[in-house]
T-cell receptor
């Protein structure tokens, strides 16, 4: 069973730029969620995708958007980057028959200067 | 408004002793609870979970207790091992909907040999 992978591992952007983060879900998992973890905080839910459609969203502005592809890989896009967007971005996947348990990737650390 | 609270930022325990990590929640809609372990530079690793219909779930050295009336759960690790040293996150979800996880801020456990 393959794990959840994310790319890139680290990224540096400047304020106002756009960024795309990628996630490859665990084999057989067809629900993917994205979380933002700021320093010293727990992960915070951004949104979830199921069957390529958004299936729930946390308290994040529309400049945070996502895509899920037929092979269950996923992207997180953030437009008009702000300094406060600097964080660890985590992707998690789960089986639709057991959505309660989510399995996380290693994350992408984004620094906005 | 923090719906999941881990009030102890850190905990030190001697190897072989019991580690008890605590978590409180405020949202009555939460009906599924999870504990994750996180090492530096890695994503959270699922440890153990409990449904609100139970008050105890055990998996090897790890036991989670749920007290619904007090809106409190705890994770017991017996016996503690140096490899258990990590940050532990408590998370909760309300099954109706997108199964988004709400996390606490984490407790850093140090097991001293």
């Amino acid at each position: 069973e393959t794990g959840v992978t994310q790319s890139p591992t680290h990224l540096i952007k400047t304020r106002g730029q756009q960024v795309t983060l990628r996630c490859s879900s665990q084999s057989g998992h067809n629900t993917v969620s994205w979380y933002q973890q700021a320093l010293g905080q727990g992960p915070q839910f951004i949104f979830q995708y199921y069957r390529e459609e958004e299936n729930g969203r946390g308290n994040f502005p529309p400049r945070f958007s996502g895509l899920q592809f037929p092979n269950y890989s996923s992207e997180l896009n953030v437009n008009a980057l702000e300094l406060d967007d600097s964080a660890l971005y985590l992707c998690a996947s789960s089986l639709v028959t057991n959505q309660e348990t989510q399995y996380f990737g290693p994350g992408t650390r984004l620094l906005v200067l | 408004d923090q719906q999941v609270k881990q009030n102890s930022p850190s905990l030190s325990v001697q190897e072989g002793r019991i580690s008890i990590l605590n978590c409180d929640y405020t949202n009555s809609m939460f009906d599924y609870f999870l504990w994750y372990k996180k090492y530096p530079a890695e994503g959270p690793t699922f440890l153990i979970s409990i449904s609100s219909i139970k008050d105890k779930n055990e998996d090897g050295r790890f036991t989670v207790f749920l007290n619904k009336s007090a809106k409190h759960l705890s994770l017991h690790i017996v016996p503690s091992q140096p490899g258990d040293s990590a940050v532990y996150f408590c998370a909760a979800s309300a099954r109706a909907g997108s199964y988004q996880l709400t996390f606490g801020k984490g407790t850093k456990l140090s097991v001293i040999p």
